[in-house]
């Protein structure tokens, strides 16, 4: 009998980039190690290129495996061909490191970044030959399948899934669980008990126990960060503030879930950072050394899930970014470091940090990579240490009007300041808009071409030339959970098509402007996922067994067969497209992220008189998340 | 100028090219190793490769020169060995006097395969000469065509194990194939991802 390896070999030839499936990369860790007993897949539902590219589960990945008695693997979503071969030569779907049946593994992670994947949590499933449900896997010894990322801020569309939610940052509630597997799995593993003891690690959350009686208060929190030791008195705090709030009157279930606090590590530079990252044998998206600078973001955009999900404030210190940096380039080789974060020029360090690396970069002819500058973040002298190509810049709204409903709080000046880049070299501009903002107009999109116009003029009088590219890219808001945006309505697929068609023309008489747009359709669903409620379970199985998977692909999304599945299901997207009573309960009021309601719905107010918020680094504007932790650590 | 001989096994097969020329230089930073660089918006290393093997075939002839001053061959490849990827590591290094243009000097490549099929079979396999048709597909059509005259020579080693020598350089039999003629003509048994290049025979600058 052939191995499983030996018959995956025999198909890889017929499969477009086989190396998505072979592992094989320089920096994997040791998968014989001896007191391995316990099997964890982490499985990214997309491609391999994508899944690769993302800092978290490589983050994961590292610090489970950095564990005795635990090996991690990975396992992407497989393109068509793949699963076209496997499911003929009787393949199931396996891990890279080890080529192990997913079946076989203690416990499933899913990577749930954005709501476009979840159909390919089913799709992953089935070809893993696991059932759907949780509750249908009750018998059968199957493994813990768990959920984690950004989406799991609102897990009641999903939850049906899973076995375990982790909300918030992973690394520690991941090792936590993981030692408690570990822990349950050699006194007889218990599913049940497991369950019950892993909702008392902070950020864990057990969809089917939301009802049930929690014991952690009386047994003891098992905090998985260790440099908290707190966790217990939070949780009882937040209870009991939030069973204060108005009763339940979205929620299908009729009562109130018990809530969860997001898990937050309190010190960035004690966590665990892959300093060995894996190097990828084919090109991925982002194909290069990341170095994470700081969680959350004192920016406050109001439709930024993000910036609110991730707070509190927590930097790296300049030593810890300038080291990591370094044994990091040194570990993979790579030729580029981006310093990544949510908005990278506001880190303390920032120019420290990129001064102090430059003569090991130099030596080692590696580039550095500034993503995410605002405008009024970057400075001139930065542009001295990273490659003169392309700039990137948000402004998000065309006039000044309708950046201060957002928050987005960059001035007509600091769009000027794109004059010290032009002086420094740069000939291309990318900017990133959205449409169907809350209280957009016409002007609001005239706005958008002005600022084309005025850059333009800019680069023309500073540089002399005429050769500047400016490239606008337009997104689609979706209002998000978490922010103070959260209530509002998502414009409608036609309203967003007559501005896309408005602004194109606008843009078309000036020079050098190229103009790009994001799909309507994708973000109307996206929209209805993410502020979805619990009867969407049964929606996301109806369309992939229709069909749906890649979602997030334009060649293979088809709205018009979500749109079939809904109406088969007999749920009306418009009950999540339309705007929310800011006095009702929504899906997500049990999950705790520290950030108070009562904060957005002022920010909120704020937003609609156009009134803006200062940056948090400026003051704290008392959000309610340094419960969690103290921004900044308390340098505020 | 080193010229580094390397090996491409395991999933390391399924590398493209273009992948391992970008690994290469991954590989090199890693190990600390410094080669020139070219000039220009994009500067690249100057690294040279012998031609390109298909994908899923394995290999233990595969060379890369690398121009890269003050260091000696040894060095250059414990310290690679100590940087590369299990199906990447390196076999032998020498010195060039200059860039030794595999591409243009290549004239056969050698592989081997484990065969199995009749005992008539592979005796008639082992006596090809001459003529030899095969047809395939190429950009959707069907081609037929006599490649008796690319097929340098077959060894055949105990009962199972054949080494064919196959034109390339300008003129290229790729052994996919032959070997899936062999098949339809005599009936036997392959697997193609354990096929293995093990030698490069070069011309009259034979690097090695």
């Known amino acids: ?636 | 100028m080193i010229i580094l001989k390397y090996r491409k096994t395991g999933s390391a097969r399924y590398i493209s090219h273009i992948d391992v020329l970008r690994g290469m230089g991954r590989i090199l930073r890693r190990a600390g190793l410094e080669p020139t660089f070219s000039q220009g918006f994009n500067p690249h290393m100057n690294l040279y490769f012998s031609p390109p093997i298909a994908l899923g075939l394995g290999s233990v002839a595969e060379y890369m020169a690398v121009d890269i001053p003050e260091v000696s061959p040894e060095d250059f490849l414990k310290k690679y060995n100590a940087a590369a990827p299990d199906g990447l590591k390196g076999i032998s290094a020498e010195y060039a006097e200059k860039n030794p243009n595999f591409a243009a000097n290549v004239k056969a490549f050698v592989y081997r395969t484990e065969l199995k099929g009749s005992a008539e079979a592979l005796a008639k396999i082992e006596k090809i000469k001459d003529v030899y048709n095969i047809t395939y597909t190429q950009k959707g059509e069907t081609v037929t065509k006599d490649v008796g005259a690319l097929i340098r020579k077959i060894e055949r080693r105990g009962d199972s194990e054949f080494f064919f020598t196959l034109a390339a350089g300008a003129e290229v039999l790729r052994p996919d194939r032959l070997l899936k003629q062999l098949e339809v003509d005599f009936g036997i048994e392959y697997s193609l991802p354990e096929v293995t290049k093990t030698e490069q025979l070069f011309g009259v600058d034979n690097p090695r």
């Open chain 1, 1 to 636: 009998m052939p191995t499983l390896e030996q018959r995956i070999n025999r198909i890889l030839l017929n499969v477009e980039k086989p190396a998505r499936y072979t592992g094989g990369e320089f920096n994997t860790p040791n998968m014989k190690k001896a007191q391995a007993h316990n099997k964890l897949a982490l499985c990214f539902p997309d491609v391999y290129e994508i899944g690769m590219s993302n800092l978290g589960l490589s983050i994961l990945y590292h610090a489970v495996n950095a564990l005795p008695a635990w090996t991690a693997e990975r396992c992407f979503a497989v393109k068509a061909d793949m699963a076209r071969e496997m499911n003929a030569n009787g393949i199931p779907l396996f891990s890279l490191e080890t080529k192990t049946p997913l079946r076989e593994f203690d416990a499933i992670g899913f990577s749930l970044q954005y709501e476009l994947l979840y159909t390919n949590v089913l799709y992953m499933l089935e070809l893993a030959g696991i059932p759907f449900r949780a509750a249908d896997r009750k018998n059968g010894n199957y493994p813990l399948i768990i959920a984690g990322g950004p989406c799991t801020v609102n897990p009641a569309p999903t939850e049906a899934f899973f076995d375990i939610v982790v909300v918030g940052e992973g690394e520690n509630a991941l090792v936590a669980l993981a030692n408690l597997i570990d822990e349950e799995k050699q006194k007889g593993f218990d599913r049940e008990r497991v369950l019950e003891r892993a909702e008392c690690i902070q950020g864990v959350y057990a969809p089917a126990r939301a009802h049930a009686n929690n014991k952690c208060a009386t047994s003891g929190v098992q905090n998985g960060d260790k440099t908290s030791s707190s966790g217990t008195r939070k949780r009882t705090v937040l209870k009991a503030v939030v069973e204060d709030l108005n009763g339940d009157k979205t929620s299908s279930s009729g009562t109130r879930k018990r809530t969860v606090l997001k898990a937050t590590v309190e010190d960035l530079n004690k966590v665990f950072y892959p300093l060995k990252p894996l190097v990828p044998n084919i090109e991925i998206v982002h194909d290069r050394a990341v170095m994470e600078l700081y969680r959350g973001c004192g920016s406050g955009c109001r439709f930024c899930q993000a910036g609110f999900y991730y707070r509190p404030l927590r930097e790296k210190d300049a030593q810890t970014v300038i080291n990591c940096s370094k044994a990091m380039i040194e570990n993979t080789g790579f030729d580029e470091l981006t310093m990544s974060s949510l908005s990278s020029g506001d880190y303390t360090h920032l120019l420290e940090a990129v001064e102090a690396l430059k003569d090991f970069t130099d030596k080692k002819r590696v580039r550095i990579a500034l993503p995410s500058l605002r405008l009024n973040s970057f400075d001139g002298r930065l542009a001295d240490y990273t490659r003169k190509s392309s700039l990137t810049f948000a402004p998000e709204a065309g006039t000044q009007r309708l950046r201060d409903v957002i928050n987005k709080n960059i001035t007509d000046a600091d769009i000027d300041n794109i004059g010290a880049m032009f002086e420094a070299g740069y000939r291309s501009v990318k900017l990133y808009f959205m449409l169907g903002l809350p209280t957009e107009t016409d002007e609001d999109l005239d706005g958008i071409a002005e600022i084309c116009r005025r850059l333009r003029a800019l680069y023309v009088k500073t540089v002399g030339r005429k050769d500047v590219t400016i490239s606008v890219s337009c997104s689609v808001f979706i209002p998000k959970p978490v922010t103070p945006f959260q209530w509002e309505r998502q414009i409608s697929v036609e309203e967003m098509r007559t501005k896309q068609y408005y602004l194109r023309n606008k843009l078309r008489d000036i020079k050098g402007v190229t103009f790009g747009w994001h799909d309507a359709e994708t973000s109307e669903l996206e929209s209805v996922l993410a502020r979805g409620d619990e009867r969407l379970a049964a929606v996301i199985e109806r369309a992939y067994a229709d069909g749906c998977k890649f979602d997030g692909w334009t060649e293979s999304f088809d709205f018009a067969k979500w749109q079939g599945a809904f109406q088969k299901v007999g749920v009306d997207m418009g009950d999540y497209t339309r705007a929310i009573p800011t006095d009702a309960t929504l899906p997500w009021d049990f999950i705790d992220t520290g950030v108070d309601k009562s904060y957005l719905l002022a920010e909120r107010e704020k937003g609609l008189r156009a009134e803006v918020t200062a940056n948090c680094r400026d003051g704290c504007n008392g959000c309610g998340a340094n419960k969690l932790g103290a921004c900044l650590a308390g340098k505020l």
